[in-house]
């Protein structure tokens, strides 16, 4: 199961750790809500093409959950993150929101019990969480607005984690280019009239159009197939380790592309964090136990 599970999740990582550079450069000329609302407006668009073209324009008449789960899945997590990057760096974004697996861990205790994490993945989630801590270091730069936005961050990975565990329970009735279409086309409704509040007054430069695309269609279309796949396929808590990888990416992406310095803490924080992947999706188990998997009559 394990063989299928890493590629998927390590293309969602590198999909949307390249989000967080794409918003911070958009996050220049624009408000959050507009960014947002014409990332989700892309997205859709091109989704909605692509159910076309398989034939699944049908699939729309879905339950309204379908939709309401854009309200947290997109809408709220979307712009909570594009206002907390106006006040922290895009690295920082991204370990924040490595918190979603606590959040799913924490809410299936009451709301999903089977998918609880025991075992190897609860020390899995315990290691990712240390690894997470080590790379955010210190308390953020920036004052009382650099916490307030890695507060509006963590925020922003409990309405996933929220999304999350709703998501697996609409998935089993809805196929994953459906959902995320429709989810889209929810946030994009929620989004409209703060957008509309928030419009630029100028035509935006073609950096920035070229960065809301790349979101759009990268980090929100592609993503959401991919990301529904896995929710599909591997449940909650093991898809929901995707945002452990994404400091990684975001780091990489640093790295490669603006010549920022990679430490020792966070080579030690990466290092956690990849073992905590490695335990918590069951790849390396703890013990003998784990490692039998019953096989199907």
């Known amino acids: 199961m394990t063989r299928g599970y890493l590629p998927l999740l390590t293309l969602l990582s590198f999909l949307w750790g390249a989000s967080y550079l794409f918003i911070k450069v958009a996050g ?8 947002m609302f014409a990332r989700i ?14 034939g699944e324009l049908g699939g729309l008449r879905a339950p309204v959950g379908a939709y309401a789960l854009g309200l947290f899945n997109s809408a709220i997590p979307f712009t909570l993150i594009a206002w907390g990057e106006r006040h922290i760096d895009s690295g920082l974004a991204a370990i924040a929101n490595a918190s ?17 994490s025991t075992g190897s993945r609860g020390v899995g989630i315990v290691l990712g969480l240390a690894g997470v801590g080590v790379l955010s270091g210190a308390a953020p730069g920036g004052g009382w607005w650099g916490v307030a936005g890695t507060l509006a961050v963590v925020l922003a990975s409990l309405s996933y984690g929220i999304s999350t565990l709703y998501g697996q329970r609409l998935i089993e009735g809805v196929t994953g280019p459906v959902l995320s279409t429709t989810a889209l086309l929810g946030a994009g409704v929620v989004l409209l009239p703060f957008a509309l509040l928030q419009a630029p007054h100028d035509v935006p430069g ?24 896995l929710l599909r396929l591997y449940g909650s808590a093991r898809a929901s380790l995707v945002t452990y990888l994404l400091p990684v ?27 905590g992947v490695a335990l918590g999706s069951g790849a390396v188990p703890l013990s003998r136990r784990e490692r039998t998997v019953p096989q199907a009559p």
């Not at 220049?28 to 960014?35: K, V």
């Not at 407006?41 to 398989?54: G, I, Q, T």
């Not at 990416?249 to 073992?275: C, H, K, N, S």
């Open 206 to 229: 073609a950096k920035t159009i070229a960065c809301v695309l790349a979101l759009a269609l990268l980090g929100t279309a592609v993503a959401q197939l991919v990301w529904f796949r």
């Open 100 to 116: 979603v697996p606590i959040w799913v861990a924490l809410l299936a205790i009451r709301w999903r019990r089977d998918e609880r």
């Open 41 to 54: 407006v892309v997205a859709a668009a091109a989704l909605l093409a692509f159910l076309w073209w398989r």
């Open 28 to 35: 220049r000329e624009l408000q959050p809500a507009p960014m």
């Open 249 to 275: 990416t975001a780091l990489l992406y640093g790295v490669v592309l603006l010549d920022e310095p990679l430490t020792a803490p966070e080579l030690a924080g990466l290092a956690l964090i990849l073992a």
